[in-house]
């Protein structure tokens, strides 16, 4: 199981506003230094994590974003679930036509109670509250991820 490339910046930009030392207003440019990520990729982050209500937005030239706190009490499962918005793991239905096994397939089923047993494992994890030393690399050593 995989996790996107902007879930897993969603899931940077949460920990990096959760770390005790920086509590006020964090500006994008300076949480996508802190995480190696573009500042476009981290915008568009941003802008979905607002929308789903875990950080907060102050706009002007002292603004910057911080964790609402819904944010502080976010999971990991909880927000992968959202940001999932796959509905066809294994490309059953393409523009070029369907697998011609689609009908009574028990792996596309099977498929998808995996996923949500993924999701499931993560439920518990509360993102800020995962330990994440400098945040100068890779996190989520546990979890892969794929380019979008
Ligand atoms: S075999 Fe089943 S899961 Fe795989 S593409 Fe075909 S319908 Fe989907």
Same mark, same amino acid.
């Not at 941003?46 to 603004?63: D, K, M, T, Y």
């Not at 028990?106 to 518990?124: C, H, K, Q, S, V």
């Given at each position: 199981?995989?996790?996107?490339?902007?879930?897993?910046?969603?899931?940077?930009?949460?920990?990096?506003?959760?770390?005790?030392?920086?509590?006020?207003?964090?500006?994008?440019?300076?949480?996508?230094?802190?995480v190696g990520t573009p500042y476009n990729h981290v915008s568009k982050a941003v802008i979905r994590l607002r929308? &789903?209500?875990?950080?907060?937005?102050?706009?002007?030239?002292?603004?910057?974003?911080? &964790?609402?706190?819904?944010?502080?009490?976010?999971?990991?499962?909880?927000?992968?679930?959202?940001?999932?918005?796959?509905?066809?793991?294994?490309?059953?239905?393409?523009?070029?036509?369907?697998?011609?096994? &689609?009908?009574?397939?028990?792996?596309?089923?099977?498929?998808?109670?995996?996923?949500?047993?993924?999701?499931?494992?993560?439920?518990?994890?509360?993102?800020?509250?995962?330990?994440?030393?400098?945040?100068?690399?890779?996190?989520?050593?546990? &979890?892969?991820?794929?380019?979008?």
């Amino acid at each position: 199981m995989r996790i996107s490339a902007f879930s897993d910046v969603c899931l940077r930009v949460l920990m990096v506003l959760a770390e005790p030392s920086d509590p006020g207003l964090t500006t994008a440019r300076v949480i996508a230094e802190r995480v190696g990520t573009p500042y476009n990729h981290v915008s568009k982050a941003v802008i979905r994590l607002r929308e &789903l209500g875990l950080v907060e937005v102050v706009r002007g030239r002292s603004g910057g974003v911080r &964790l609402s706190a819904q944010g502080r009490e976010a999971t990991v499962g909880w927000l992968l679930r959202r940001l999932d918005t796959r509905t066809d793991l294994a490309a059953c239905e393409t523009p070029h036509g369907q697998c011609p096994l &689609l009908a009574g397939c028990g792996l596309r089923t099977a498929l998808g109670r995996a996923r949500e047993a993924f999701y499931a494992e993560l439920d518990a994890l509360v993102i800020a509250s995962l330990p994440h030393g400098s945040l100068a690399g890779p996190v989520l050593v546990g &979890l892969s991820t794929r380019p979008d």
